[in-house]
T-cell receptor, first 113, second 115 residues
């Protein structure tokens, strides 16, 4: 079955370290997205990519970086510049037209220790 | 730019009672509207969507939503809830920027079903 795989499900990071969250999809979707979820704040867009080798900043891109070298993969790096990285991170993909909506991964919970 | 308001952060309800989760969006231009459900520590799952046509949309798990253009609302309803419906529900609207396919999400409503 096609879907989106996020790994790992839980991740612990020491302050000052960079960490990379994986997102892989086998849906042949063109667009991919990263959201951050905090209690009471809903989903906030970090980065998105509509095509390979291209991506755009979302609303809260500071302290994060991404790459899109393959259609199937859209990894997110949380850098040491991100002041409050503890959160639940969700990856999503879409086939293109807005009426299709998104397919979501199961998320990665990042905790800074 | 589009925005979405979910008026209730939490809705407690007894099992088998009806429920309505409210959602309003900012623009009256043509939009696509979605409701997603999130169970604890999981991703979001599509419940239903409105694209065009009939204003009453039926989704999975017995949920339905009504699109009201004049009130810019898209409220979610279920006539009789179960304990298993306990989850967070997100309303979303498509950004009408033709160059992207971004969805704008509300802050979510936690539906807490009590026995």
């Amino acid at each position: 079955d096609g879907g989106i795989t996020q790994s790992p499900k839980y991740l612990f990071r020491k302050e000052g370290q960079n960490v990379t969250l994986s997102c892989e999809q086998n849906l042949n979707h063109d667009a991919m997205y990263w959201y951050r979820q905090d209690p009471g704040q809903g989903l906030r867009l970090i980065y998105y990519s509509q095509i390979v080798n291209d991506f755009q900043k979302g609303d809260i891109a500071e302290g994060y970086s991404v790459s899109r070298e393959k259609k199937e993969s859209f990894p997110l790096t949380v850098t040491s510049a991100q002041k409050n990285p503890t959160a639940f991170y969700l990856c999503a993909s879409s086939i293109g037209p807005p009426q299709r909506g998104y397919t979501f991964g199961s998320g990665t919970r990042l905790t800074v220790v | 730019a589009q925005s979405v308001t979910q008026l209730d952060s939490q809705v407690p309800v007894f099992e088998e009672a009806p429920v309505e989760l409210r959602c309003n969006y900012s623009s009256s231009v043509s939009v696509y509207l979605f409701w997603y459900v999130q169970y604890p520590n999981q991703g979001l799952q599509l419940l239903l969507k409105y694209l065009s046509g009939s204003t009453l949309v039926k989704g999975i798990n017995g949920f339905e939503a009504e699109f009201n253009k004049s009130q810019t609302s898209f409220h979610l309803r279920k006539p009789s809830v179960h304990i298993s419906d306990t989850a967070e529900y997100f309303c979303a609207v498509s950004d009408q920027d033709g160059a992207t396919n971004k969805l704008i999400f509300g802050t979510g409503t936690l539906l807490a079903v009590q026995p």
